[in-house]
């Protein structure tokens, strides 16, 4: 299994970005998938998931401003981020999500930095 991230870059705050993020060496359309990132000195952590489905979550840090969404077809989800903030700044990681999440398939991640 190997994920690739890409789309981060340098926004001011208030401003946009979209993540993606392709997938391979799974059956993508099973799995549920997430978004995760990790600030300086901090922990990584969960900011958004999907299910086989479609169905979505998100802790309450980035709701109403984050959406993820997928494309089975292309095996990639995305991250739309909006009203970002210096907080959001953070290397961006996706992953399984769930019962299937696992510590091993971390990518290179995308840096997402947020400041004037």
């Known amino acids: 299994v190997h994920f690739v991230e890409s789309g981060g870059g340098l926004v001011q705050p208030g401003g946009f970005l979209r993540l993606s993020c392709v997938a391979s060496?799974?059956?993508?359309?099973?799995?549920?998938m997430g978004w995760y990132r990790q600030a300086p000195k901090k922990q990584r952590e969960w900011i958004a998931g999907?299910?086989?489905?479609?169905?979505?979550a998100y802790p309450d840090s980035v709701k109403g401003r984050f959406t993820i969404a997928r494309d089975n077809a292309k095996k990639m989800i995305y991250l739309q981020m909006t009203s970002l903030k210096p907080e959001d700044t953070a290397v961006y990681y996706c992953?399984?999500?769930?019962?299937?999440?696992?510590?091993?398939?971390w990518g290179q991640g995308t840096q997402v930095t947020v400041s004037s």
């Open positions: 992953n399984f999500w769930g019962l299937e999440f696992d510590d091993n398939y």
């Open positions: 999907i299910s086989n489905v479609s169905i979505t």
């Open positions: 060496g799974t059956i993508f359309s099973t799995k549920a």
